[in-house]
């Protein structure tokens, strides 16, 4: 497996992308306001009732270890965990993988870890396979 992106995901009822942007110190990636359609391929289907705000680690092409996304997310991580958002529903560090291998090992460092947990921050992993 490779990793194809690392991100920091946010998810609230209440905060503008401005708001979201200043708070992480960085521009989103990726944002869903709350009444996007829950599904791309469905824009007439149920709405999202939260907006989400999505960071990704700008890290050129599939990578078999974390550190370079974890390095590139640091700065980020160590700014959400000095200062607490208030109204956020969910937020996680999101490892993707495509699968291309039989089996996959990363390691988070201990800093990494502590940032996180300040961060408030759950690990979500996601693996794909080629067929989707």
């Given at each position: 497996?490779t990793i194809?992106?690392?991100?920091?995901?946010?998810?609230?009822?209440?905060?503008?992308?401005?708001?979201?942007?200043?708070?992480?110190?960085?521009?989103?990636?990726?944002?869903?306001?709350?009444?996007?359609?829950?599904?791309?391929?469905?824009?007439?289907?149920?709405?999202?009732?939260?907006?989400?705000?999505h960071y990704?680690?700008?890290?050129?092409?599939?990578?078999?270890?974390?550190?370079?996304?974890?390095?590139?997310?640091?700065?980020?991580?160590?700014?959400?965990?000095?200062?607490?958002?208030?109204?956020?529903?969910?937020?996680?560090?999101?490892?993707?993988?495509?699968?291309?291998?039989?089996?996959?090992?990363?390691?988070?460092?201990?800093?990494?870890?502590?940032?996180?947990?300040?961060?408030?921050?759950?690990?979500r992993i996601?693996?794909?396979?080629?067929?989707?």
């Amino acid at each position: 497996m490779t990793i194809f992106r690392a991100s920091i995901n946010i998810a609230t009822t209440g905060h503008s992308l401005e708001q979201l942007n200043e708070y992480a110190g960085v521009e989103a990636s990726r944002w869903l306001p709350i009444g996007s359609p829950v599904h791309d391929f469905d824009p007439t289907g149920p709405a999202r009732e939260i907006s989400q705000w999505h960071y990704d680690a700008p890290v050129a092409g599939d990578s078999e270890i974390l550190e370079p996304h974890l390095v590139l997310l640091r700065p980020v991580l160590e700014r959400m965990a000095d200062a607490q958002l208030e109204g956020r529903v969910y937020g996680s560090l999101s490892v993707s993988l495509n699968s291309r291998h039989n089996a996959f090992v990363f390691e988070i460092e201990p800093r990494d870890t502590v940032l996180i947990a300040r961060a408030g921050l759950r690990i979500r992993i996601d693996a794909y396979t080629p067929e989707g």
